[in-house]
């Protein structure tokens, strides 16, 4: 199993740019696909990204393409969001999650682990 706690939520202002960050336990992070979503209020959870084990195969949503930026580092067991250009319409709470799967999917059906989340919430 693996533990994941987000961070780096909080208020921003619509321009801004944010890095959530999201730290995991255990031994065996680089064996799972990480992925991002968020669940604004009222609306079902969405995908955001999705990066492979190594980290070489990424894929994103199409309402983020070219704002977002995941990353991860095996070492440091750590996944990351960096959002450039914020938009009021990002205000959401923001999960991250594991798969065991061997393709870096944006459905969260394939998603064993999850955080909390953390809240974004954009000004405009």
């Known amino acids: 199993q693996v533990q994941l706690v987000e961070s780096g939520g909080g208020l921003a202002q619509a321009g801004d740019s944010l890095r959530l960050s999201c730290a995991a336990s255990?031994?065996?992070?680089?064996?799972?696909?990480m992925g991002w979503f968020r669940q604004a209020p009222g609306k079902e959870r969405e995908s955001v990204a999705a990066i492979s084990r190594n980290g070489f195969n990424i894929n994103y949503a199409d309402s983020v393409k070219g704002r977002f930026t995941i990353s991860r580092d095996n070492v440091k067991n750590m996944v990351y969001l960096q959002v450039i250009s914020l938009k009021p319409e990002d205000t959401a709470v923001y999960y991250c999650?594991?798969?065991?799967?061997?393709?870096?999917?944006?459905?969260?059906?394939?998603?064993?682990?999850w955080g909390q989340g953390t809240q974004v919430t954009v000004s405009s």
């Open positions: 255990g031994r065996t992070f680089s064996t799972y696909i």
């Open positions: 999650a594991a798969s065991t799967t061997t393709l870096p999917l944006l459905d969260s059906k394939t998603y064993s682990f």
